[in-house]
């Protein structure tokens, strides 16, 4: 009789060691926030599937979790993902495509990295992105005279910081059928006496886009699978994408369903004739990882660029007040 009892309770601790919930992950002696309504803070938590099971100490969450993975996070902070509220997620996988021209101090130094680039990565279509005039000692947008030296023959576009205006070449400028005559609203195609410096803000720019060569779909892949990598690697794990034609949309669509990307993606449908009539009768889209409820429209510019519409002139520029890129009555017959 004894050695029955002995064995039956022998049976129930076997039992009750193999009884464990399975997860994918358990991560142990960490210093969690988990940003509940108290702010709690946890030693370990356990995840299954790509989601949290439960939060605790690392012995609790050790004795009721059985992980295929198991990590020692040696006491350091983890925090739940960080999500990129106003961000160009597909843009900047295709700016690194481009010549890198963020944190560039002088013009100079602009026109070093283009040629650079350009000498490195020959392309028929040179393109750009990051130059801020205000980052620079002589604080003034730049011409396109040493752009028209350097490349005569290929045409040039070096977006702004702030995206909302381009540094064109002549090339570019002829491809695109611009000229001192090109009537434009909503934007300025800046002139210096009389002649037209390059420097183009807001809605001309959409005439030198229709002239660019469009990515491929390959090209658009790698793009938006770079700007995961990058986006990963700073803890972003959701991100609000200002502005996207329908195309991308599905694309990122497209690649979360086969598992080729794993970013959230809050899509913002861009303010286009097309794009409209696919989705405001389609309504909103939600599946596990994209979000589509919203249409992404620009009132005015942005002051960098002396495009943000405003009540008095520029300090800077007498008689300047920037402009609507997109008229008011147009916005309400949008909304």
């Given at each position: 009789?004894?050695?029955?009892?002995?064995?039956?309770?022998?049976?129930?601790?076997?039992?009750?060691?193999?009884?464990?919930?399975?997860?994918?992950?358990?991560?142990?002696?960490?210093?969690?926030?988990?940003?509940?309504?108290?702010?709690?803070?946890?030693?370990?938590?356990?995840?299954?599937?790509?989601?949290?099971?439960?939060?605790?100490?690392?012995?609790?969450?050790?004795?009721?979790?059985?992980?295929?993975?198991?990590?020692?996070?040696?006491?350091?902070?983890?925090?739940?993902?960080?999500?990129?509220?106003?961000?160009?997620?597909?843009?900047?996988?295709?700016?690194?495509?481009?010549?890198?021209?963020?944190?560039?101090?002088?013009?100079?130094?602009?026109?070093?990295?283009?040629?650079?680039?350009?000498?490195?990565?020959?392309?028929?279509?040179?393109q750009g992105r990051g130059w801020?005039?205000?980052?620079?000692?002589?604080?003034?947008?730049?011409?396109?005279?040493?752009?028209?030296?350097?490349?005569?023959?290929?045409?040039?576009?070096?977006?702004?910081?702030?995206?909302?205006?381009?540094?064109?070449?002549?090339?570019?400028?002829?491809?695109?059928?611009?000229?001192?005559?090109?009537?434009?609203?909503?934007?300025?195609?800046?002139?210096?006496?009389?002649?037209?410096?390059?420097?183009?803000?807001?809605?001309?720019?959409?005439?030198?886009?229709?002239?660019?060569?469009?990515?491929?779909?390959?090209?658009?892949?790698?793009?938006?699978?770079?700007?995961?990598?990058?986006?990963?690697?700073?803890?972003?794990?959701?991100?609000?994408?200002?502005?996207?034609?329908?195309?991308?949309?599905?694309?990122?669509?497209?690649?979360?369903?086969?598992?080729?990307?794993?970013?959230?993606?809050?899509?913002?449908?861009?303010?286009?004739?097309?794009?409209?009539?696919?989705?405001?009768?389609?309504?909103?889209?939600?599946?596990d990882r994209l979000h589509v409820?919203?249409?992404?429209?620009?009132?005015?510019?942005?002051?960098?660029?002396?495009?943000?519409?405003?009540?008095?002139?520029?300090?800077?520029?007498?008689?300047?007040?920037?402009?609507?890129?997109?008229?008011?009555?147009?916005?309400?017959?949008?909304?």
């Open positions: 009789m004894k050695k029955l009892f002995l064995l039956t309770l022998l049976v129930m601790i076997t039992s009750c060691q193999t009884s464990k919930e399975p997860a994918d992950l358990l991560l142990l002696n960490a210093h969690i926030y988990t940003v509940n309504e108290a702010f709690d803070k946890a030693e370990a938590l356990a995840v299954k599937d790509g989601k949290i099971l439960e939060v605790g100490t690392s012995e609790y969450i050790s004795g009721k979790y059985d992980g295929k993975e198991v990590v020692d996070a040696g006491g350091k902070t983890v925090i739940p993902g960080l999500i990129d509220a106003h961000c160009h997620f597909y843009g900047l996988g295709l700016n690194q495509l481009k010549v890198d021209l963020v944190g560039t101090t002088s013009y100079e130094e602009v026109l070093a990295r283009v040629r650079q680039f350009s000498e490195e990565n020959p392309s028929n279509f040179i801020d005039q205000n980052d620079w000692e002589v604080k003034e947008f730049p011409t396109k005279e040493e752009l028209d030296r350097l490349f005569p023959d290929t045409p040039v576009a070096l977006e702004r910081v702030d995206g909302h205006a381009y540094l064109v070449n002549q090339k570019a400028l002829d491809m695109a059928g611009i000229t001192e005559k090109t009537k434009v609203t909503g934007g300025e195609i800046i002139k210096k006496d009389g002649k037209i410096t390059g420097v183009l803000v807001d809605n001309p720019m959409y005439m030198i886009d229709a002239i660019i060569p469009p990515p491929t779909r390959a090209m658009d892949i790698k793009a938006l699978k770079d700007a995961e990598a990058l986006c990963i690697d700073y803890g972003l794990t959701t991100v609000n994408d200002a502005g996207l034609m329908r195309g991308t949309i599905e694309l990122i669509d497209s690649l979360q369903q086969a598992g080729d990307l794993s970013m959230r993606v809050y899509a913002m449908v861009s303010n286009s004739p097309e794009n409209l009539d696919h989705y405001l009768p389609k309504g909103i889209i939600k599946t409820r919203s249409v992404k429209v620009y009132g005015d510019g942005a002051l960098g660029s002396r495009g943000a519409a405003l009540r008095e002139p520029y300090s800077d520029q007498p008689g300047h007040f920037g402009a609507m890129v997109t008229p008011v009555e147009d916005i309400e017959d949008l909304a």
